[in-house]
């Protein structure tokens, strides 16, 4: 897992899960994701971001669907 690559403030987008460092939604990657864009079209209008990044906001994604205790990892 790559929890140090998300990070949720609560004074960073109101504390939804964001790319560390940036203030880029999880939510926002995985949408484009699924809208059909790939990874190459997302780093080039997301320069700041790399593969790792990205392999992490979809690691927390599903981890956040299963319930897992990643989410409280990332926030604690």
Do not use: N
Not at 51 to 66: D, K
């Amino acid at each position: 897992m790559q929890m140090k690559q998300i990070e949720i403030d609560p004074r960073v987008c109101g504390g939804k899960p964001v790319i560390r460092g940036t203030r880029i939604p999880v939510a926002v990657l995985v949408t484009q994701l699924a809208e059909g864009q790939s990874w190459k079209d997302i780093m080039r209008g997301y320069p700041e971001l790399s593969e790792e990044a990205i392999r992490a906001a979809l690691q927390y994604a599903s981890a956040s669907i299963e319930h897992t205790e990643f989410a409280e990892a990332v926030a604690g």
